[in-house]
């Protein structure tokens, strides 16, 4: 049965993500004092989010537990690549148990919970080509070892987009992603119907691209997504099953949610038992079915639309949160975000100063395949002799550490380095110690020290929680203390 023959699918997708906390000289998450009583906030969100979400306890009537049910196989979801080599380092079990939720449901309706990630969460529209296609490569190529098939899908980290970057998956062979519904322009039912600028979500659209390729996108209903994610919906399986249900029955054809995964169980305790309580409830439903975002995007007819260029799900003002001070912030009443733009700036140039320098990578033969794949080796460490075999024609250390220093470049441009509301917070120390790595990697190459380039950059940063952070030298030194 699918959405052609009447039913309504109900599609329930969770972004898993964490920032690379992993220390960049130790490969250790070093300790941190907020997430206590835990050593960190992976190992907290792990516990309360991503391993529960593998045994959702399911209750009775009584409140009697008559049940467990892994999550991750009903519903749908992206698991983004930093945080999935954490969890198979570190609670291999729950890693396993993802992959396994996926195959299940891969086997049970032909199209998997599972959809992919690019290599790291980055801003793609701010990214260069060379860089986007990287990290689109990546995300293919580490969703095709852990889940032993190609992705249908990818989720775009922030939802951010605009036109190349959908060229780039379609050239990937990836066949959709999921968008806000603001983040298109027009759609039509045809192409002899007007253009209208009334966004429904619940029908997946077609978007034809420049190079003659196309892209599905499945637009999530955004009434209903913050309702599960700041609303109270998660506070009782019954209440969220209802929605869901009462949504969907006045659909076409789907309704879709998108939220953060941590919503379930992390953001709202119990959240995962909540999620677990709604299967049976639509399972019994009639003319309602739970499905995966690949079987609603790419087995119900789309519509066509034009894209809404350079927008993303978290700011209002396209995709300026990552480089400007353009007033979207976590706390109303913090101080403005003018930081973000040297940041930005700061980082593009250490970037583009670096891939300038292609004596670095005389190690190999050729350093864009061997950048390439190296993303084998980081699933799977044991592949290193395979890979120096084929792609190292010098020195196997400096090698490995230029392609290390590929590695940094990426995770330095994670969107959380921008995200949040002051310059010398967490997220923002982490981009930057990776930045800090970078250089480092670049003399030991033998390269020119660009740390003074960096930190002059970085100069009109400030800090408004810590004023003796008063500047982007002060910021720097503390990040990488």
Known sequence: MNARRGERLIVVHGHAYQPPREDPWSGEVPLEASAAPFHDWNERILTECYAPNTHARVLDATGAVVGERNNY??????????????????????????????????ARVGHGPAIAHPGSHAILPLATAAERDLLVAWGVAEFVARFGRRPEGMWLPETAVDLATLETLAAHRIAFTILAPHQL???RSGPDEPWSSDIDHDLPYRIALPSGATMIVLTYDGALSTAIAFDGLLHDGRDLAARLVSVAESARAVVAAATDFETYGHHHRFGEMALAATFDVIAATPGVRLATAAEAALTIAPHEALLAER?????????????????????????????????????????????????????????????????????????????????????????HAWLALQEHLLMM?????????????????????????????????????????????????????????????????????
């Not at 700061?346 to 005389?362: C, F, H, K, V, Y």
């Open 413 to 481: 441009m994670s969107s959380c380095g921008w995200f949040f509301d002051d310059a010398a917070g967490l997220e923002t120390r982490i981009v930057l110690r990776h930045a800090a790595r970078a250089i480092e990697l670049v003399r030991a190459l033998d390269g020119p020290d660009l740390e003074a380039g960096l930190v002059e950059h970085l100069g009109a940063m400030r800090s408004q929680a810590r004023p003796d952070l008063d500047d982007g030298t002060a910021i720097w030194r503390a990040a990488t203390a």
């Open 311 to 399: 927008t993303a799900w978290s700011c209002a003002h396209g995709i300026e949160r990552w480089r400007s001070d353009c007033s979207c912030r976590m706390d109303p009443n913090a101080g403005d975000q003018q930081w973000r733009t040297p940041l930005r700036r700061g980082l593009d140039w250490l970037r583009d100063t670096i891939m300038q320098l292609p004596e670095l990578a005389s190690d190999l033969a050729d350093p864009s395949q061997a950048r390439s794949r190296w993303v084998d080796v980081l699933v799977d460490p044991t592949a290193i002799g395979a890979f120096d075999a084929a792609f190292v024609t010098g020195t196997p250390d400096r090698a």
């Open 73 to 106: 196989e009903h519903v749908s979801f992206d698991l983004a690549p930093t945080l999935a080599r954490w969890l198979r380092a570190t609670a291999p079990t729950v890693h396993d148990a993802i992959v396994a939720a996926d195959r299940a449901g891969h």
């Open 185 to 187: 322009a027009l759609v």
